[in-house]
C-alpha cells in the first residue's frame, strides 16, 4: 500500500527521517533555471553596459525589440506564462516530497528530470528513488494538487520502466484545438500507464438538488 497516513493502517510505522536538502549537485540541479537565468541576465547587463560605455546603442535596440516583440503578441505572453508555472510546479512538487514521506530514509527526494506545458497545465517526468513507487505519488495526489495550487494531479507509471513516472498537473479545461509539446512522445503514448481511470472533479453545485 502507498505510503500515507491516510490510508495506513499503521501510519507510526512508515514514519521517515526529515528530509534533508540534498547534496550540491542535487542543488544545483533543482535550482538550474534560475541559474541559467541569471547567468543570460548577467551576460546580457555586462555586454549593454560595456556597449554603452564603448558609446554603441545598437545592443540596447535589440534587446529592447528581443524583449518587447514577444511581450506584444498573445503567443508570446502565452509561452512566459506557461514556463513560469512550469518553474512553479517544479518547485512546489518538490517540496511535497521534502514535508510528506515521498523521500527515503536516506532523506533523498525524486528528480524532476523535465517539466513541460500542456493545454490543461504541466506534465513533469519523475524519477524515483528506492523505496518510492509510482503508487506512492498516486496517493498523495491530493497534496501534490494542493501544493502546486491546481485542479488536480494525475499520475502514469512506465510500461517497463517503472522507475519513471509522469505527474500531470491539471489547472485548466482543454481548450480546442490546443495541442500539448514534449512528454507526449517521449517514449510514447501507449507506454504510459495511468494509476486512475479518469480524473476525479468535485461535483457542479449548481446541478445538485437544493435542500427545501
Known amino acids: 500500500m502507498a505510503r500515507n497516513p491516510r490510508n495506513q493502517r499503521y501510519p507510526a510505522s512508515e514514519d521517515l527521517p526529515a528530509a534533508r536538502g540534498g547534496s550540491p549537485v542535487a542543488r544545483l540541479w533543482r535550482a538550474r533555471t ?9 551576460l546580457i547587463v555586462m555586454g549593454l553596459l560595456g556597449a554603452a560605455h564603448a558609446g554603441h546603442w545598437v545592443p540596447f535596440v535589440l534587446t529592447a525589440g528581443a524583449v518587447s516583440v514577444p511581450a506584444a503578441t498573445r503567443f508570446g505572453r502565452n509561452w512566459v506564462v506557461a514556463h513560469f508555472w512550469c518553474v512553479v510546479s517544479r518547485h512546489r512538487l518538490q517540496r511535497t ?3 510528506t514521506t515521498l523521500h527515503t530514509r536516506a532523506g533523498r527526494i525524486p528528480l524532476v528530470l523535465w517539466i513541460t506545458p500542456t493545454t490543461t497545465g ?31 494531479v494525475r499520475v502514469h507509471r512506465h510500461r517497463t520502466r517503472s522507475q519513471f513516472l509522469i505527474v500531470e498537473i491539471v489547472r485548466r479545461d482543454e481548450a480546442p484545438g490546443a495541442t500539448s509539446p514534449g512528454l507526449d512522445r517521449l517514449y510514447g503514448r501507449r507506454s504510459w500507464i495511468p494509476l486512475r481511470s479518469e480524473l476525479e472533479e468535485p461535483p457542479d453545485l449548481a446541478t445538485l438538488p437544493q435542500a427545501a
Open 34 to 42: 534560475e541559474l541559467l537565468l541569471l547567468g543570460g541576465l548577467t
Open 97 to 99: 516530497c521534502l514535508e
Open 122 to 152: 504541466e506534465k513533469a517526468l519523475v524519477m524515483v528513488r528506492a523505496g518510492i513507487s509510482a503508487e506512492a505519488f498516486e496517493a498523495y495526489a491530493e497534496e501534490i494538487a494542493a501544493a502546486c495550487w491546481a485542479r488536480a
